[in-house]
């Protein structure tokens, strides 16, 4: 009978009858006892539930604001002021009082955000005459209008070119020489005062505070047990490279591999492992056993161990080769043997943790901190502070996560942070996309916070995604699971993620929030802002009332770069009285990663009300279309448009003209070059109003890849890319 | 240098003692051996569910008071658990009969001789629920558990020394109850 020795015994039973009593002793092992699995889970819930009782910090404002208790208050808040406001619109109603006094109403009027789809409604407060009403409208800007009437009593105004125009304030008004349909006169003319929308729905930008759960139910695929584990000893789960298998130790440290579909676990050595790593090209499967390297070589199903000096505690690839570290440091196999590539320090209790990706660093702990190590340069870098976590890779290498307290923080690779995440197990896929799960529920975000989306509810412990990007691993209760996430929607351009700052910045000042605008400058925007002769924030009167973005684009890589025209709109009283335009650089910031305003420069104040006005440029590269907020006379167009390059010579097709859109055609704009867009006084509306003064805009062709992005229609679409700049003039400020 | 599972496991403690509700992760660990344990204690599946319930939930509770020794974590709640099975049954002892012991000999013996061998396991572990509870509980971390002595001082609350005692007094005591059950030839 075979008896197993311990050393450990050695000098407690000296006597060998006593000797033979432990081994046979430790010959034998209980079976296992019997266990009801819903008494396991149901403690685990029991434990779960105490434990979300003593944990001290609370959920973070938007997971308590979006938790469902939270909702239903914001959808209740929401709805209560929607009836509101339904209610005081119509308290606010003329009861009619009699048909002395002609009233006229529109849902439209002292709205910020019309949309531009939809006719002006003009509401009377009893039968008009169409044909004196019709001739009494007057509408400004410019714009050819059909009429129709419903009940008598309502009149829609539709614009002949289909839509209103973007960015604009109309101005629709009732001549006192329109009458009842019994022939009373209105009096006094009554005007109606709206602003339009933009040319197009925001564009999906991220937004700094994340999304609520986009659904209560799961929006996983294909969720199944794929092996009980009984237990978890590691949670180093390994994908083979076609994303079929995953290879895991179970807890009693033997190497398994399973199907992800499901299906027979298989052994691959049975017991003692740790650290197991699949080589990148998914041909061999490393691990450690009892201090020695073994490589399984799937091909041909050999195992061939490696004995190494001092033991291997940590195994990994950097592409075909193998790294591993021991006691003395971290080592290669060279072509003559094993090779230390940089030693570990000596000091403190050090344990490795991760080698990267690309084989450039890795990751190791001493005492309670974490440190990056360049493995060229053998020089450690912390990352975070004491008692950091480490938690992840980007699939490249060159960023990590750690955690410390409830956040995951991404760092460079020199130790610089560049974003946050909410804390919980991470895994990075291949397609940047961050998986954050926990006991409780599963998230999926993108590296810079974006798109957070509420996958599920439930337990989702150490996701590890699959090299597709689309499956991943996780653990419940004492098994493995896997399941299939969707797609996160398609990644900002950086025209969402720059116009989403402009926005933001010109929010804030528009607020007067003087340092929540600040705080989107860096040191050249926040000259230009205090010496550089602009405002911040913008006082006096006429007031500083809207703003939009009149055009944009990106004209630059490394660091990515835009550009922005914003036009800041004046208002008097109701009425748009003057407009300027800032000139806005936004740029990557190269440490924090984020868009910063860098440029800063104003153009001269115009008054409105004289003639047409350009409310929206879009630029490709090669065609050019300009968007008026009136109808012109196309025969001034031709003439009175024209695109110049920087010798001043004239460029691309003659202008043409339709609904209220001027198009040059024929350009091959030159990525980064200067041109200038003429708008001649010439130009006249409908009307028969010149535009006011010579417009000028100067535009820069778009850099190449938004070109290509525009043509294979990634970027979305116009209305929103853009690029001019206007004609440098002297700066001003109001 | 320390070995890699424990590295994984410094990290899943960590993790619970910075968030109660990562404790889950080391729950899913360790059930299985303490729930084991426990039954073996027992023997009673409703009394191993309660005491093992207690086990976890004092361990959660006291997880910001835990200090890394070194040793696993695994020895802390044995530690827990040779006191909560104490608590519990100080005056009681199991009383189911002890049938469920599995070989874990490699070599193939002949089956007569299996039997006996069986027979004889089952008389000395007959014999270790006998013993005093201190050595019954330090026979068992080690021979059943397959725990390194240092482990069980932590489990048990002494010295590696006071453990070697108990281990080798308590197998004394089984050889001395075995020659006297023995049969005299």
Same mark, same amino acid.
């Given at each position: 009978m075979n008896m197993r020795h311990d050393p450990e015994l050695d000098d407690v039973l000296q006597d060998q009858e006593l000797r033979r009593l432990g081994e046979l002793l430790s010959s034998t092992r209980r079976a296992e006892p019997p266990l009801d699995e819903a008494f396991r889970s149901g403690l685990r819930r029991q434990l779960m539930q105490q434990a979300w009782n003593m944990s001290e910090g609370r959920p973070s404002l938007w997971r308590r604001v979006f938790a469902p208790p939270g909702l239903a208050w914001v959808g209740a808040t929401a709805g209560l002021v929607l009836i509101a406001g339904v209610v005081?619109?119509?308290?606010?109603?003329?009861?009619?009082?009699?048909f002395n006094q002609i009233y006229i109403n529109s849902p439209m009027d002292g709205s910020n955000a019309v949309a531009l789809q939809q006719p002006i409604l003009v509401a009377f407060n009893q039968p008009m005459n169409h044909l004196t009403t019709e001739a009494a409208v007057q509408i400004a800007p410019a714009t050819n209008v059909t009429f129709t009437w419903q009940l008598n009593n309502t009149l829609a105004v539709q614009p002949t070119s289909g839509n209103l125009a973007p960015n604009t304030q109309y101005q629709v008004t009732i001549g006192p020489t329109a009458t009842t349909a019994t022939g009373q006169p209105l009096n006094t003319a009554q005007t109606i005062t709206f602003v339009t929308q933009p040319p197009a729905p925001p564009p999906p930008s991220p937004s700094p505070t994340p999304r609520a759960p986009v659904s209560p139910s799961s929006l996983l695929t294909g969720e199944h047990q794929v092996a009980p584990l009984g237990g978890i000893a590691s949670s180093a789960v390994q994908w083979s490279a076609d994303s079929s298998t995953v290879y895991f130790v179970n807890s009693s440290g033997a190497l398994e591999g399973v199907l992800a579909k499901g299906g027979d676990v298989k052994v691959v050595a049975p017991d003692g492992v740790s650290s197991p790593a699949i080589a990148p090209a998914g041909d061999r499967l490393a691990y450690i056993r009892g201090g020695k390297i073994e490589v399984l070589t799937f091909a041909v199903g050999t195992t061939a161990e490696i004995a190494v000096t001092p033991a291997a505690t940590l195994v990994g690839?950097? =592409? *075909?080769?193998?790294?591993?570290?021991?006691?003395d440091g971290l080592h290669t196999q060279g072509a003559n043997g094993p090779t230390q590539l940089a030693a570990l320090p000596a000091t403190g209790i050090v344990s490795a943790v991760s080698f990267a990706p690309d084989g450039t660093h890795a990751v190791y702990r001493q005492d309670l901190k974490l440190f990056l190590m360049d493995l060229a340069t053998a020089k450690s870098t912390q990352i975070g502070q004491a008692n950091a976590l480490f938690d992840g890779w980007s699939p490249s290498g060159a960023q990590v996560i750690y955690s410390s307290g409830d956040t995951l923080t991404i760092s460079d690779v020199h130790g610089r942070s560049v974003g946050t995440l909410p804390g919980a197990d991470a895994s990075w896929s291949s397609q940047d996309a961050v998986l954050l799960g926990s006991e409780t529920d599963l998230y999926q975000v993108r590296p810079d916070g974006s798109a957070l989306t509420k996958l599920a509810n439930g337990t989702y412990r150490s996701p590890m995604w699959a090299p597709n990007g689309t499956a991943f691993a996780f653990f419940r209760g004492g098994a493995l699971w896997a399941a299939s996430a969707p797609s996160l929607p398609p990644v900002p351009t950086t025209l969402d993620l720059t116009s989403a700052v402009v926005n933001s910045f010109m929010t804030a000042r528009q607020k007067g929030q003087t340092d929540q605008a600040a705080a989107f400058l860096d040191d050249g925007g926040k000259q230009a802002y205090s010496s550089g002769?602009?405002? +911040?924030?913008?006082?006096? *009167?006429?007031? !500083?009332?809207? !703003?939009?973005?009149?055009?944009?684009t990106v004209t630059g890589f490394?660091? *990515?770069?835009?550009? !922005?025209?914003?036009? +800041?709109?004046?208002?008097?009283? =109701?009425?748009d009285v003057a407009d300027f335009e800032e000139t806005l650089t936004v740029i990557r910031d190269a440490t924090t990663r984020r868009f910063v305003i860098d440029q800063a420069a104003a153009g001269a104040h115009r008054d409105l009300g004289k003639g047409a006005e350009v409310v929206g440029v879009v630029v490709a590269a090669d065609r050019i279309q300009v968007m008026f907020d009136s109808d012109l006379k196309a025969d001034t167009v031709t003439a009175g448009m024209v695109l110049l390059d920087s010798k001043g010579q004239q460029v691309g097709d003659a202008a043409t003209y339709t609904n209220r859109t001027v198009t040059i055609g024929g350009l091959k704009l030159k990525p980064g070059d200067t041109y200038k867009l003429v708008v001649l006084s010439t130009v006249q509306d409908v009307n028969g109003h010149n535009v006011a003064a010579e417009y000028d805009l100067s535009l820069v062709g778009p850099a190449a890849t938004l070109e290509a992005d525009l043509k294979s229609g990634a970027v979305a679409a116009p209305p929103a890319p853009a690029s001019p700049t206007p004609t440098p003039t002297p700066t001003t400020s109001s | 240098m320390s070995d890699p599972p424990r590295d994984d496991e410094r990290e899943l403690v960590a993790r619970a003692q910075r968030d109660p509700r990562q404790f889950g992760a080391l729950y899913d660990r360790h059930f299985q051996q303490i729930y084991r344990f426990v039954y073996s204690r027992v023997r009673e599946q409703t009394a191993a569910e309660d005491v093992t319930s207690e086990i976890f939930m004092k361990a959660l509770k006291a997880m910001p008071r835990y200090q890394d020794t070194g040793r696993p974590f695994a020895a802390w709640l044995y530690q827990i658990a040779v006191n909560a099975i104490a608590d519990r049954y100080r005056t009681l002892r199991p009383t189911q009969p002890l049938e469920d012991f599995h070989d874990l000999s490699v070599a193939g013996p002949a089956l007569e001789d299996l039997a006996a061998h069986r027979d004889e396991i089952r008389r000395i572990w007959g014999l270790v629920e006998a013993l005093p509870t201190q050595q019954r509980t330090a026979l068992v971390l080690k021979f059943q558990e397959d725990m390194k002595i240092e482990d069980i001082a932590v489990a048990m609350g002494k010295s590696p020394g006071a453990v070697k005692l108990l281990i080798h007094r308590g197998v004394s005591r089984l050889r001395e109850e075995a020659d006297a059950l023995r049969p005299v030839e």
């Open positions: 005081v619109f119509w308290a606010l109603q003329p009861t009619g009082g009699g690839w950097v =592409k *075909d080769k193998l790294e591993w570290v021991a006691v002769g602009l405002n +911040l924030v913008i006082t006096g *009167d006429p007031h !500083f009332s809207r !703003f939009y973005i009149l055009a944009q490394q660091p *990515d770069t835009a550009t !922005f025209v914003v036009r +800041l709109v004046l208002t008097h009283g =109701k009425l | -």
